[in-house]
């Protein structure tokens, strides 16, 4: 059963313009230290903290605003293989047991100016 389908867009200049003028700042406040470290081993940064940023509201979207959600509670890691998926922790992660989320399926994607990201919520009930 498909519990709530999210999506969200960035500008990868505007993020690159928000840890420019905000520094560490920002980053602590919006990203997790594992998505920090896993951007800043990239080539282009931008790109990978513009899609995480995009995952983390495609995710409250997909909840519908239920709850109100820090996004240090929403982490965007990686599989071995690279594949894309969500880490919930505290107060989301309640929520989504509550209501039998039992995958968050996650999408990326980026091009030159913008990384979107697409977030659908499946569990049983």
């Known amino acids: 059963m498909i519990h709530g389908i999210g999506i969200d867009i960035v500008r990868i200049d505007r993020m690159k313009k ?59 890691a990686n599989y071995e293989g690279g594949r894309p998926f969500i880490r919930a922790r505290g107060r989301l992660d309640e929520y989504l047991k509550e209501k039998s989320v039992t995958c968050a399926h996650l999408s990326l994607s980026h091009e030159r100016e913008y990384g979107v990201a697409c977030v659908v919520l499946e569990g049983g009930r």
């Open 18 to 76: 928000a840890v420019e003028r905000w520094g560490s700042r920002f980053l602590g406040r919006v990203f997790t230290e594992d998505e920090i470290a896993y951007a800043y081993q990239k080539r282009e940064p931008y790109l990978s903290l513009s899609v995480r940023f995009a995952a983390k509201e495609a995710l409250i979207k997909a909840i519908g605003g239920a709850i109100p959600v820090s996004l240090l509670d929403i982490e965007v």
